[in-house]
């Protein structure tokens, strides 16, 4: 069975720090896709980044970087300088890679990140 | 943003009563999905659509029901709501490239509370 776990339940950083959000995937598809949302405050989901897995290169957008690792089975979040605006729930999440099967996202619990001032 | 809406986006109805949410899109995407959202669980699916008509289950199915008749709206039903089903529910929709799963986007979600 398929199955995510984000560890953290709540983290709290001060402005300016940097903080790395866990996730930790089961699967036994040798073919998915990992993803990360973010749901601020306002409650909407906001797809962040999208990774198949064949490809463990490491990304990077702006402050935001992602940490793909097959050999530990983590697909690990961080977040250089934070800010603010940065607060929010963080989802990590595993699907399968054929749509023919639906294409359902597993979702982990998700991660409260709390930024203060 | 992905056009995708919800209505109604909050509701307040009685155990027993029949609830109908609607999830609407114009970006002509093949895959639309029902998640419900509980705290300490994240956000599991309910069912999800691959086509007019083409429905499946997912893991939190029972005691729902959906349909789709268009290819633009995707209905979650509860046949007769109990207090457990007071969640946040959002429909999804995600696009295709030669079989290989997209991202999906998220609907505003809509608030539902069964007293």
């Known amino acids: ?117 | 943003d992905a056009g995708i809406t919800q209505s109604p986006r909050h509701k307040v109805t009685e155990t027993g009563t029949p609830v109908t949410l609607r999830c609407h899109q114009t970006e002509n995407h093949r895959y639309m999905y029902w998640y419900r959202q509980d705290p300490g669980h994240g956000l599991r699916l309910i069912h999800y659509s691959y086509g007019v008509k083409d429905t499946d289950k997912g893991e939190v199915s029972d005691g729902y029901s959906v349909s789709r008749s268009k290819t633009e709206d995707f209905l979650l039903t509860l046949e007769s709501a109990t207090s457990s089903q007071t969640s946040v529910y959002f429909c999804a929709i995600s696009g295709t490239s030669g079989g290989s799963s997209y991202e999906q986007y998220f609907g505003p979600g809509t608030r539902l509370t069964v007293t």
């Open chain 1, 1 to 117: 069975a398929q199955k995510v776990t984000q560890a953290q339940t709540e983290i709290s950083v001060v402005e300016k720090e940097d903080v790395t959000l866990d996730c930790v995937y089961e699967t036994r598809d040798t073919t998915y896709y990992l993803f990360w949302y973010k749901q601020p405050p306002s409650g909407e989901l906001v797809f962040l980044i999208r990774r198949n897995s064949f490809d463990e290169q490491n990304e990077i957008s702006g402050r935001y970087s992602w940490n793909f690792q097959k050999s530990t089975s983590s697909f690990n979040f961080t977040i250089t300088a934070s800010q603010v605006v940065d607060s929010a729930v963080y989802f990590c999440a595993l699907s399968e890679a054929n749509l023919n099967q639906g294409g359902k996202l597993i979702f982990g619990q998700g991660t409260e990140l709390s930024v203060k001032p």
